[in-house]
């Protein structure tokens, strides 16, 4: 059996912290086998949606690579939603 190549497809999932329903994490898996993520705060306001990306240099967004062993530990404490 032929194996696939993943090199061309790219997976984003969200996922919500358990304790605190504001936090969330964005979590892209690349083709290559990296994975990357970012951390936010987002609070639903009447007027606007509010986004507070955590862990950001000089106030540009920016993912951080991480290992997938890393990375299923953190997401114990969250839950996946729905992009």
Same mark, same amino acid.
């Given at each position: 059996?032929?194996?696939?190549? #993943?090199?061309? #497809?790219?997976? =984003?999932? /969200? %996922?919500?912290? $358990? #304790?605190? @329903? !504001?936090? %969330? $994490? +964005?979590?892209? *898996? !690349?083709? +290559?086998? !990296? %994975?990357? $993520?970012?951390? %936010? $705060? =987002? *609070?639903?306001?009447?007027?606007? /949606?509010?986004?507070?990306?955590?862990? /950001?240099?000089?106030g540009h967004k920016q993912k951080f690579r991480i290992g997938k062993g890393t990375l299923l530990s953190i997401l114990e404490d969250?839950? =996946?939603? @729905?992009?």
């Open positions: 059996m032929a194996k696939r190549s #993943r090199a061309n #497809r790219t997976e =984003k999932a /969200t %996922y919500q912290n $358990i #304790r605190n @329903e !504001h936090k %969330y $994490i +964005d979590v892209v *898996h !690349h083709g +290559d086998g !990296h %994975y990357y $993520i970012i951390q %936010y $705060i =987002k *609070h639903e306001l009447p007027e606007r /949606t509010v986004v507070n990306y955590m862990g /950001t240099r000089c969250y839950r =996946k939603v @729905e992009a």
